[in-house]
Nanobody, 128 residues
Framework: QVQLVESGGGLVQPGGSLRLSCAAS????????IGWFRQAPGKEREGLSC???????????YYEASVKGRFTVSRDNAKNTVFLETNSLTPEDTAVYYC??????????????????WGQGTLVTVSS
């Protein structure tokens, strides 16, 4: 069974950091592209970043301008896990964060959200 499980969310003060994890079972993350998305209350789900497969040189894309320079996506092949390092968090970053994949090696175009496999999400709350 193919499954993605996010973890690492929580309550953090403005300016703080969190490291989100996306662990996979039933598929090898180093051969497929994995993306991070988020959905804030009352807003549509938005794509944040993507890391492509080894065959695509682990290329990374950051779709959302507001996270460029603050968020970093990476992968640990030995742990079959993708990470999203989030820094300098603001209340506007409060959302449920998801990882997802289409089980293809390359990343997708900006705005695409109709991916095949999704995790259950992890809640990030930025508040003082």
């Amino acid at each position: 069974q193919v499954q993605l499980v996010e973890s690492g969310g929580g309550l953090v003060q403005p300016g703080g950091s969190l490291r989100l994890s996306c662990a996979a079972s039933g598929l090898a993350l180093n051969y497929i592209a994995i993306g991070w998305f988020r959905q804030a209350p009352g807003k549509e789900r938005e794509g944040l970043s993507c890391i492509s497969s080894i065959s695509h040189s682990d290329g990374t894309l950051y779709y959302e301008a507001s996270v460029k320079g603050r968020f970093t996506v990476s992968r640990d092949n030995a742990k079959n896990t993708v990470f999203l390092e989030t820094n300098s968090l603001t209340p506007e970053d409060t959302a449920v964060y998801y990882c997802a994949t289409d089980r293809l090696p390359g990343c997708w175009y900006a705005g695409y959200t109709d991916l095949e496999v999704w995790g259950q999400g992890t809640l990030v709350t930025v508040s003082s």
